[in-house]
């Protein structure tokens, strides 16, 4: 067999001295991060420094000192991690030398200082590089100037999203400030790893099929999510919408949604009578035939409010509003046929409800609970809410809520609570938040649900407030 070029120790000699090199290399990088600390002047012992040191505070002026802390953390740990596995080659090169002497290529041992060591360092290298510290503006008691959260994540693309955008012409904007900041939720940093995957993507191609990613960041908190500079997927077979008149009462083609994430795979199979349409909320909510009959047809059950009766109670006032529940539109269609516009928010919980409502003709707005509405003070007539805000809420969580609706409800505007259901037992705190705003009420009825639920159906008018 043909003997390798290499003498028996060369390998083994070098691995050592690589050891130690990147052993240097490690102090060198704890030196390095020490100094540039140390000229940002955080081991200054001023009043702020020492109160942020040795008090409870994790963030610094708006300056995340322990993110920066767990990236310099992450770059010392992956040199480690390299240290040690050389350490473990050597060794194990040293007890098989005689036969790796017979059997190691030069290719092999380039393809090993490629992948083993090159590559590790080129990260280390970059992610260091990566750590931004904060300018400081000013002398004394100076802020700082860098984004927050810039030394939380890794992905360039999130980096860059993040990063304060200056304006070109170095002056105001019309919004009054010189740079943009675009935001995202505070519990992104809680779901890195997803978040990173959402924004793994090549720039100007198409985006993945992820929308239930972007779902799921959503709902636990990563609200807003950053915007993707990738362009949307559709449906490959997709058809023209029906007219607006045909459109709000027939159930639309389903070659316009893109089913991979769902269950289903046409609006048929999404029929409450099918135990795997996968989805429970709004049951029967894809069946046109039960949507006709919603809030014109006069039901035995008290709590059912007819849109009729409520807008007769503010004639030619009621113009624009809000459903804020989950469902397929019917609310807003109904309130067309009244030269009423309705917004209707949706999330797809199982089932395409925002396409359902966008082939309706109607206006979905894709918002969780986490999200303050986009909308401005005192400007809609109505707030509709069935079917979503129930009893399972957190009471905190429906304080903030219901005082966001009071925000964007116009003086003289209707409050509509539609079937709000709970345990018997919590109806009195539920009754004191709706009414702890005063509201006119003109409707309120409350209706058995089962032997331990109730049902609350209101109808408030909030109060004018010339303060």
Not at 146 to 163: A, D, G, H, Q, S
Not at 421 to 440: S, T, V
């Amino acid at each position: 067999m043909r003997r390798s070029c290499f003498p028996k120790f060369r390998l083994s000699r070098a691995m050592a001295w690589l050891q130690l090199v990147l052993g240097g290399l490690v102090i060198v990088v704890s030196i390095s991060s020490l100094f540039r600390f140390y000229s940002a002047g955080f081991f200054m012992h001023n009043e702020d420094i020492c109160h942020h040191f040795y008090g409870v505070k994790d963030v610094y002026d708006g300056f995340d000192i322990r993110a920066l802390s767990d990236r310099v953390g992450e770059v010392l740990t992956r040199m480690e991690s390299l240290q040690d596995k050389l350490g473990k080659t050597v060794q194990q090169l040293e007890k098989e030398k005689d036969a790796l002497d017979k059997t190691i290529t030069r290719l092999e041992y380039k393809k090993f200082l490629e992948v083993e060591v090159i590559r590790p360092l080129y990260n280390a290298h970059i992610a260091l590089r990566q750590i931004r510290l904060p300018k400081a503006k000013g002398i004394g008691n100076f802020t700082m100037e860098e984004e927050p959260l810039i030394n939380t994540f890794v992905t360039e693309e999130i980096r860059k999203y993040i990063t304060p955008k200056k304006n070109r012409v170095g002056k105001v904007n019309i919004y009054g400030a010189e740079k943009i900041h675009n935001t995202i939720g505070h519990a992104c940093v809680l779901m890195k790893k997803e978040l990173e995957e959402y924004m793994d993507y090549d720039i100007g191609s198409y985006c993945k099929d992820d929308w239930n990613l972007a779902q799921k960041l959503m709902v636990n908190g990563c609200d807003p999510l950053p915007r993707r500079r990738c362009l949307t997927r559709a449906s490959k077979v997709c058809q023209k919408p029906f007219p607006i008149n045909e459109s709000l009462w027939k159930l639309p083609d389903g070659r316009n949604v893109r089913w991979s994430n769902y269950q289903c795979r046409n609006f048929e199979c999404l029929s409450s009578k099918n135990p795997k349409r996968g989805y429970s909320k709004c049951s029967g909510c894809f069946e046109m035939d039960k949507e006709k009959l919603k809030w014109v047809a006069n039901r035995s059950v008290p709590v059912d409010f007819l849109i009729s009766d409520v807008l007769a109670i503010k004639p030619g006032e009621i113009r624009i509003g809000l459903d804020f529940g989950v469902g397929t539109g019917t609310f807003a269609a109904r309130m067309r046929e009244q030269n009423v516009t309705i917004v209707s928010t949706a999330l797809n919980l199982g089932a395409p409800f925002n396409e359902m409502i966008a082939l309706r003709g109607l206006i979905p707005l894709y918002v969780t609970l986490n999200q303050r509405l986009p909308f401005f003070d005192n400007t809609m007539d109505l707030i509709h809410t069935t079917g979503f805000m129930d009893g399972w809420l957190d009471m905190l969580l429906l304080d903030f809520i219901l005082f966001d609706w009071d925000r964007i409800l116009r003086p003289g505007g209707l409050l509509w609570i539609d079937r709000f259901f709970c345990n018997k037992k919590d109806l009195d705190d539920y009754m004191y938040m709706f009414l702890q705003f005063r509201y006119k009420k003109h409707k309120w009825a409350i209706s058995p649900k089962s032997k331990d639920e109730v049902y609350l159906s209101a109808l408030l008018e909030k109060p004018p407030r010339a303060i």
